[in-house]
Structure formats: C-alpha cells, structure tokens
C-alpha cells in the first residue's frame, strides 16, 4: 500500500522560502501524476502544482507561476515544491497527491504560514 509522507512547512517571513517533500512509500505506479494542493481557511481545496511521472510535464496555478518550482526524483518516488516570493496568502495547509488510473491518494498535509 502506498504512502505519502510529507515535510518542509513552517513558518517564514513574507518574501521567504520554502522546499516542501512528498516520498510515496510502497509500491508505486510507473504511470502518475504527483501534486501538491492547499486549502485555506474557509476555502476549498486548490491545485498547486503538478508533473507527471514520465515526461515530467508540469501544470502551476496563475497565483504562483513563476514563484513555485515542482520537481520530482523518480528514484526516490519523491516530489519537491520549491516556494519563493511567498506571500502571505500563501498561508494554507499543503497536501501532497498522487493519481493514476484509480487511484487518488492524499498525504496528511503539512502547515505553510507565511507572516512577518
């Protein structure tokens, strides 16, 4: 059974960075995309940032484009969200997701406050 585990929230400073991780444990699919999506206080659940598995093609939200980098290592099974600029509307819990054909799995989420 596959896990995601992640790491790398905190608190920072607006115009701060952070690198979030997300390490799929268990046996994992050769086909899939890996995403990072937050959700904030009183809003829904939005798509952050997504590469797939083979090809590495990559899908960013408007509000960050140019600001986050995903990355992956398929070797590790693992899934990076480099966060620069940060502002603080950046502030939401992260989650990390995995899909392929029926499958969508969900990491417990990791906090990202972004204050002065």
């Known amino acids: 059974q596959v896990q995601l585990v992640e790491s790398g929230g905190g608190l920072v400073q607006p115009g701060g960075s952070l690198r979030l991780s997300c390490a799929a444990s268990g046996s994992i699919f050769r086909f899939y995309t890996m995403g990072w999506y937050r959700q904030a206080p009183g809003k829904e659940r939005e798509l952050v940032a997504a590469i797939t598995s083979v090809g590495g093609s990559t899908n960013y939200a408007d509000s960050v484009k140019g600001r986050f980098t995903i990355s992956r290592d398929n070797a590790k099974n693992t899934v990076y969200l480099q966060m620069n600029s940060l502002k603080p509307e950046d502030t939401a819990v992260y989650y990390c997701?995995?899909?392929?054909?029926?499958?969508?799995?969900w990491g417990q989420g990791t906090q990202v406050t972004v204050s002065s």
């Open positions: 997701n995995v899909k392929t054909v029926g499958v969508d799995l």
